[in-house]
């Protein structure tokens, strides 16, 4: 299977620790986008990369998370000291973009994350 | 401000007949409208798409038309079949997605 995969998929934290994903790309796609869904809404734009730069950041990152994106492969999330408004499911997903093109972006399965 | 509206939170339909979801928006940058299906604990899959310069895209039992004039788009599904039975959400794209909350279809056989 070729898709977008992350790791871990379900996360279960105390408040104030750290937790960082990991997201794997479709090979070969130059951009990579970071989401986060809670309940009952769609999913919500956090950040994303084009290879290795970090182009955008929503407002909705506090400045308790950071991603990177290293050698434009996979990329990480990171929460640093989490409190009870992290609990969501975070998603990424993966496209290519090229000059003319629509792009089409691809998903991952998503980590639930549960701050207690 | 919800810059992508889904108005219906859900749909019930008859197993082979069609399935009509409607999306409104109101950013004119969006250059491309794209839907996903969602099924519980997994993420978004991509479905069909148009571009902003198009009025309808094909793709199977799925057709998406766009109405720029009153920013409205729909996906319609012919025939509906249980295995359509997920959230379908509707997103509009200028690099990054913007989606609305989404809609349940239920499709009984």
């Known amino acids: 299977d070729t898709g977008v995969s992350q790791n871990p998929r379900h996360k279960i934290t105390k408040r104030g620790q750290n937790v960082t994903f990991r997201c794997d790309p479709i090979?070969?796609?130059?951009?990579l986008y970071w989401y986060r869904q809670t309940l009952g809404q769609g999913p919500e734009f956090l950040t994303y990369?084009?290879?290795?730069?970090?182009?955008?950041k929503s407002r909705l990152l506090s400045d308790r998370f950071s991603a990177e994106r290293p050698k434009g492969s996979f990329s990480t999330l990171e929460i640093q000291r989490t409190e009870q408004g992290d609990s969501a499911m975070y998603l990424c997903a993966s496209s290519l973009m090229w000059q003319g093109a629509g792009e089409t972006q691809y998903f991952g399965p998503g980590t639930r994350l549960l701050v207690l | 401000d919800q810059q992508v509206k889904q108005n219906s939170p859900s749909l019930s339909v008859q197993e082979g007949r069609i399935s009509i979801l409607n999306c409104d928006y109101t950013n004119s940058m969006f250059d491309y409208f794209l839907w996903y299906k969602k099924y519980p604990a997994e993420g978004p899959t991509f479905l069909i798409s148009i571009s902003s310069i198009k009025d309808k895209n094909e793709d199977g039992r799925f057709t998406v038309f766009l109405n720029k004039s009153a920013k409205h788009l729909s996906l319609h599904i012919v025939p509906s079949q249980p295995g359509d039975s997920a959230v379908y959400f509707c997103?509009?794209?200028?690099?990054?997605?913007?989606f609305g909350k989404g809609t349940l279809l239920t499709v009984n056989p």
């Open positions: 090979s070969e796609h130059n951009r």
């Open positions: 990369f084009q290879n290795e730069a970090q182009l955008e």
């Open positions: 997103a509009g794209s200028n690099y990054k997605l913007t």
